[in-house]
């Protein structure tokens, strides 16, 4: 009796409460205001998303529509299946009792200011009749106008409790067209831009890989709200996902044409069973919404990435020469000290050692033995990796090696010592993916074992430069040894024990840089690279590929996160085309140097010194996308300085058509008022720059207005032109 009074009297509480004090909630960048509101019932919906009003009592404006809404049109901030919601739910719970329905209520909230420029607001509801508590948080970005949206859901009832959805976030708008551009794909053809228009019905776009979890489809979206997705007009949601692993976006237009975006894990086998008083924390959803097309919400994710969010994303990155495309698994000591010879002739800050280094009992002579067995392998490297790294520093160049300690060879000792450390089915024929299966890291001791694999190899070499972290296999063959009857949590557990690992490198060695490589293009999400320095963008490295892969990351991350490396993939480009295509990102080489004739050399010398010259304005100015490789024939993009004294324009010309109209680009981003002098750099030896760009000085409204004709007709053919401002 007395726990039927006390569940009467919470209830009483928390209705009185949300009944007798309607809440209005202002969540708000220097750009953007969402405005949440709390309804009679004391229930939380969302009032308002769109541009920052100046005057906040406008808003008072919007609550009569707001409480006009039918029963299921009303815009509910985390909805449960079961009551009055008609559509897609935020949330969805199975309680102790079997009763699958929970009625979230306001009860309070904070807001704390931890600097000047980010706000965190805290909001808790919970259930009157369950003890089921719901948290959500709103981090925003005024200066970036970025707002991180996620949730924190805990229980105290008996015994644990089943969620099956579980959001980061869900926003609403009202408009009379919508379009999405979604970015899908493959191994080697990553980011493919498609837009679509979003009509009645559910939209749906999710990943069930596990690990690579984004060999498919990557975890960011634009939305068009009213029209397509422009450039540089029109208001555009772009959003993203730090989680990586399995994640969903559900984009559902109602029958009054309402737009409902529900981001978060995909929960598909994944219903979680949570202990009571353990809280679920969910991953951030990040947004920004901008009323100048993706260009400037471009510009504003970048921004704030180097900020707050890519590990050193003030700093500086390593240029580097890779031994793969020399050697692959074939190389001994005599011929890597020769590698870092040429790394030193180019000028680049480092030598990496990439995959098949390692492996006794198995050497590591192809894929299909010796992962997981992190010892050097005598034959090949009989001094080990002290050796190597101390012929680098006597070269003069850095050394960093490659790892990949997630996963595990079938052939391998550490599969024959430990086959319970391996997500593996027990009683079903196994499945391998590049013939090897992925460690199981819900388990504790083998994330041990994770990080001792980074910990051995910087005790032992401390000065160690740099880590390319890969990641070939999805999850298959999905049965956790570790979690025996809860199968259901190993998608969440095994992606937060990756964290764990993580964590633990970045607070044991916090200045190490790091890729995030996954078979290319396979891991592209904000979370990881908090660890990350930079990712690879694709194992795909022909130039005209990289033209279109490099367009649709640059869509959501800055310049200096994209790894991108100089190959001998497309022999019909030049090495000048090829070099120039990834100038502006993250520089690196994996091309054997024998190939290039002397004049050739000399230019890739050359040019690892214009990079090293030019790129604090692409690693921290602002991008502008002027022709997109999508529209024709031809590509262009350009980088501004903060303080638009310095830009950079890099133009190629991929297949032109024959006596092509050509048209002139028209620059941004500049001071319409200065005048700035166009030079080109970057070039061959012996040549010349155009006559446009040979000193030549122009105002910045006459090179935004009428602009510089930098196409061609000639194929595989491209440029780059150096702005100085002048007095």
């Known amino acids: 009796m007395r726990k039927k009074v006390s569940a009467i009297l919470f209830f009483l509480v928390v209705v009185t409460h949300a009944t007798l004090r309607s809440e209005t909630i202002h969540i708000q960048t220097n750009e953007t205001a969402l405005v949440l509101q709390t309804g009679q019932q004391g229930r939380l919906y969302q009032l308002y998303l769109g541009p920052r009003l100046s005057d906040p009592g406008q808003y008072a404006h919007l609550e009569t529509a707001m409480r006009s809404h039918a029963n299921g049109q009303a815009w509910e901030v985390y909805p449960v299946s079961g009551t009055e919601t008609f559509f897609e739910p935020a949330f969805g719970i199975r309680h102790n009792d079997g009763n699958m329905t929970t009625v979230l209520q306001y009860v309070s909230h904070s807001v704390k200011k931890t600097t000047d420029d980010v706000t965190e607001t805290v909001i808790t509801l919970k259930d009157a009749l369950y003890p089921v508590q719901v948290k959500l948080y709103y981090k925003t970005f005024a200066k970036e106008n970025i707002i991180q949206s996620w949730t924190e859901i805990s ?9 099956s959805r579980y959001a980061s976030s869900m926003l609403y708008w009202k408009r009379a067209r919508y379009y999405l551009t979604e970015f899908s794909g493959d191994w080697a053809k990553e980011v493919n831009m498609r837009t679509l228009p979003l009509d009645f019905g559910k939209k749906v776009i999710d990943s069930k890989l596990g690990a690579r979890a984004n060999l498919h489809v990557s975890p960011f979206f634009t939305v068009g709200l009213g029209g397509a997705p422009r450039e540089n007009e029109g208001q555009v949601l772009m959003g993203t996902l730090a989680w990586t692993g399995n994640f969903r976006f559900i984009f559902e237009v109602d029958n009054e044409q309402n737009l409902r975006v529900i981001s978060g894990i995909n929960p598909y086998a994944a219903d979680y069973t949570l202990d009571p008083g353990q809280v679920f924390t969910t991953p951030a959803f990040i947004f920004t919404l901008s009323n100048q097309g993706t260009g400037k919400g471009s510009r504003n994710l970048q921004r704030w990435a180097r900020n707050y969010q890519l590990k050193d994303g003030r700093g500086d990155r390593l240029t580097l020469l890779n031994n793969w495309e020399s050697t692959g698994f074939d190389f001994n000591e005599a011929r890597l000290d020769s590698l870092m010879v040429e790394a030193r002739y180019l000028g680049v800050d480092m030598f990496l050692l990439d995959d098949g280094w390692f492996g006794n009992k198995y050497p590591r002579h192809g894929d299909t033995q010796g992962l997981g067995d992190w010892q050097v392998t005598r034959s090949k490297l009989p001094n080990g990796v002290p050796a190597l790294v101390k012929a680098a520093t006597r070269i003069g160049v850095k050394f960093g090696i490659w790892i990949e300690p997630e996963m595990v060879n079938p052939k391998s000792e550490l599969f024959e010592k430990h086959p319970d450390w391996v997500i593996m089915l027990p009683n079903r024929e196994r499945y391998y993916y590049r013939n090897q299966l992925v460690l199981d890291l819900s388990n504790p001791a083998v994330q041990e074992h994770v990080f001792n694999v980074v910990d051995h190899l910087m005790t032992e070499n401390p000065e160690l430069a740099y880590l390319k972290w890969d990641c070939n296999s999805p999850v298959t063959n999905i049965y956790s040894p570790y979690l025996k009857e809860r199968q259901n949590n190993l998608y969440v557990d095994y992606v937060r024990g990756l964290y764990k690992v993580l964590e633990r490198i970045r607070a044991k060695y916090p200045d190490l ?18 660890y990350f320095t930079e990712f690879w963008c694709s194992d795909n490295t022909d130039p005209v590929e990289r033209l279109f892969i490099q367009w649709g990351y640059s869509q959501f991350f800055p310049a200096k996160a994209m790894a991108a490396h100089v190959t001998s993939w497309n022999h019909d480009a030049s090495i000048k085309f090829r070099v120039d295509v990834a100038m502006p990102y993250k520089l690196g080489f994996d091309i054997n140097l024998e190939e290039l004739r002397p004049e050739e050399q000399a230019f890739c010398r050359a040019a690892v010194a214009t990079y090293n010259r030019v790129k604090n304005i692409t690693f921290g100015g602002d991008q502008y996308r002027l022709v997109s490789p999508y529209d024709g024939n031809h590509t262009a993009v ?13 133009a190629y010309d991929i297949y032109p058509r024959f006596a092509e109209n050509l048209l002139p680009v028209q620059c941004q ?7 700035y002098r166009v030079r080109e750099i970057n070039l061959m030896p012996g040549a010349k720059p155009g006559e446009a760009f040979n000193d030549k000085v122009y105002s910045g409204e006459y090179l935004m207005e009428v602009g510089l004709d930098v196409f061609t007709t000639g194929k595989l053919h491209s440029r780059i032109l150096e702005l100085s401002a002048v007095e």
């Open 155 to 163: 229980h105290r009832e008996k015994r644990p409790v089943n969620i």
């Open 513 to 530: 840089p790091m890729m995030l490589c996954s078979g290319g293009g396979g891991r592209t999400d904000y979370e990881a690279l908090r």
């Open 638 to 650: 350009m980088y501004v300085s903060g303080s638009q004294e310095q830009a950079l324009l890099f």
């Open 669 to 675: 981003g500049l001071d319409p008022a200065r005048r």
